[in-house]
Nanobody, 124 residues
Framework: QVQLVESGGGLVQVGGSLRLSCTAS????????VAWFRQAPGKEREFVSA????????LDADSVKGRFTMSRDHTKNTVYLQMNGLKPEDMAVYYC?????????????????WGQGTQVTVSS
């Protein structure tokens, strides 16, 4: 069974940090691009960051550049999203997704496998 499981969400104060993890089972990340998306209540799902497994090239949304960093661990078949300098507008459910894309993409339709999400709450 193919499954992506996110973890690491929680409550943090403005300016704080969290590290999200996404671990795959039944799927090898080395064959995919992996991305993080987020969705706040009443808003559309929004691209956050993506990584191409081979070579490690990343693509980040302008809203998180310089604050969020995506990385991968080959041995654990896991990707991470290090989030620093969190703002109230970062509060959302964060989803991990995997897909085979021709080019690293912010388009959610390019990703075919999705996790259930993890909540990030930022308090001011």
């Amino acid at each position: 069974q193919v499954q992506l499981v996110e973890s690491g969400g929680g409550l943090v104060q403005v300016g704080g940090s969290l590290r999200l993890s996404c671990t795959a089972s039944g799927l090898t990340f080395s064959n995919y691009d992996v991305a993080w998306f987020r969705q706040a209540p009443g808003k559309e799902r929004e691209f956050v960051s993506a990584i191409r497994w081979h070579g490690g090239r990343t693509l980040d949304a302008d809203s998180v550049k310089g604050r969020f960093t995506m990385s991968r661990d080959h041995t654990k078949n896991t990707v991470y999203l290090q989030m620093n300098g969190l703002k109230p507008e970062d509060m959302a459910v964060y989803y991990c997704a995997a897909g085979r894309t021709a080019v690293l993409s912010p388009d959610p339709s390019q990703y075919t496998v999705w996790g259930q999400g993890t909540q990030v709450t930022v308090s001011s």
